[in-house]
C-alpha cells in the first residue's frame, strides 16, 4: 500500500470525497450563509490518496501547521474496509516531523468514536457555525492523536 499526492481536481480524489459527503449529508449540511470559494487552486491543503496496487482506497486534504498534521474531508472509497490505521501510518512516514495528527469532526455522525478507537482523544467540542443538521445546530469535535501513540502500535500490530 502507498500513500501518493493528488490534486483536489482529481476525478477519483472528488468520487470519493463525493460519496463521503453524501453519507454525511443525512446527518448535516453548510448553513445557508456559508459561501464556498469555487476556485481553491491556491490552498494550503494538499490531497492525498491511500492506494493498494491501482485501487484507491482513501483519500484526505492533509496540511501542517507547526509540527501538526491536520486532516479535512477523510473519506474510504469503501467503508469497513479496516485501512484506517495503515492510512495513519502512511500519513506519519510521509510526514516524520509531525507530532500530532488532527482533525475536526461533527459529533452528530457517530464518527467520534470511530477516531477514538483510532486513538484520536477529544480536545473541544463546539456548536457548529458552518453546519447545521435535522433538528437545528450540531457540535463540532476536534480530536488529536499523538504520533509517538501510533508509532507505538505500529510496531506491534502493523500488517
Known amino acids: 500500500m502507498r500513500l501518493i499526492a493528488m490534486t483536489e481536481q482529481d476525478p477519483e480524489f472528488r468520487e470519493v470525497c463525493a460519496a463521503g459527503i453524501a ?12 459561501k464556498l470559494s469555487a476556485n481553491e ?11 493498494r496496487g491501482d485501487s484507491l482506497l482513501m483519500v484526505a486534504l492533509v496540511r501542517v501547521v507547526g509540527r501538526q498534521l491536520q486532516l479535512r474531508s477523510w473519506a474510504a472509497a469503501k467503508p469497513g474496509q479496516g485501512v484506517a490505521r495503515p492510512f495513519l501510518w502512511a500519513l506519519e512516514l510521509a510526514y516524520p516531523y509531525c507530532t500530532m ?22 480536545r473541544e467540542v463546539e456548536p457548529s457555525r458552518l453546519f447545521v443538521g435535522p433538528k437545528g445546530v450540531v457540535s ?9 501513540a501510533v508509532k507505538g502500535e505500529r510496531q506491534k500490530d502493523r500488517p
Open 101 to 122: 495528527i488532527s482533525l475536526w469532526c461533527v459529533a452528530e455522525t457517530g464518527n467520534v468514536a470511530r477516531f477514538e478507537r483510532l486513538g484520536f482523544v477529544s
Open 41 to 51: 487552486t491556491d490552498s494550503p491543503w494538499q490531497a492525498v490518496g491511500y492506494y
Open 23 to 34: 453519507w454525511l449529508r443525512q446527518f448535516y449540511w453548510l448553513t445557508a450563509d456559508v
Open 140 to 148: 463540532e469535535v476536534r480530536m488529536e492523536r499523538l504520533v509517538s
